[in-house]
């Protein structure tokens, strides 16, 4: 067997034994450096392209999980759906596009307070975590999202997550979002 097989099946091993998935870094340091692991990542992406376990990369790591369209063959108990308020789903959105971001700075930014309880859901779901207290007056607590986050919604990084023209095309904007950005768009136009 060539170098570069024997270098795969290290690297296939490595993330199949993995409990998390890995960086380049972290796999490097099992099967040696001075290998071009993201070269061998690459291949074994495409090698499982289309089976019914593929690589899959998240920000910067690497794991193997069930292909997607499969996932429904894994189910052995009914799992029953939970649907987020929508007061859960606004403090989510402006989590993932704003943080790391404070309670106060949530609620500023929806005009009312949110509870306790929709904080407390997020992160039961793995999708949101504390990320730290902010330099000032009373050191706030700030949130963030999790990898399970992305991993959840398909995104490899939060750049991933749609812009205005994406919501729009989708017709995910309520007419009431949209009336109110038209009309801000005029106003800064007659400011011009």
Do not use: C
Not at 97 to 116: C, L, M, N, T
Request: proline share 5%; net charge negative.
């Amino acid at each position: 067997m060539n170098p570069a097989d024997e270098l795969a099946r290290a690297v296939e091993a490595v993330l199949f034994a993995a409990s998390e998935p890995l960086t380049v870094h972290d796999i490097a340091a099992h099967v040696g450096e001075g290998f071009d692991v993201r070269a061998v990542l690459e291949r074994l992406e495409a090698e499982y392209a289309g089976r019914g376990v593929v690589l899959v990369r998240r920000g910067e790591r690497w794991h193997f999980e069930t292909a997607a369209d499969l996932a429904h063959v894994l189910r052995r108990e009914r799992e029953e759906a939970r649907k987020l308020s929508r007061a859960g789903i606004e403090t989510l959105a402006i989590i993932a596009y704003h943080e790391p971001v404070s309670r106060a700075e949530i609620e500023a930014i929806r005009g009312v307070q949110i509870s306790k309880g929709t904080l407390d859901v997020l992160m039961e779901a793995g999708w949101v975590r504390p990320a730290g207290r902010r330099e000032s007056p009373g050191r706030p607590l700030t949130y963030a999202t999790t990898p399970e986050f992305l991993a959840h919604f398909g995104l490899a990084s939060r750049r991933d997550l749609p812009g205005i023209d994406d919501l729009r095309a989708a017709g995910l904007l309520d007419p009431v979002d949209l009336a109110f950005e038209e009309l801000a768009v005029e106003s800064a136009g007659e400011n011009a």
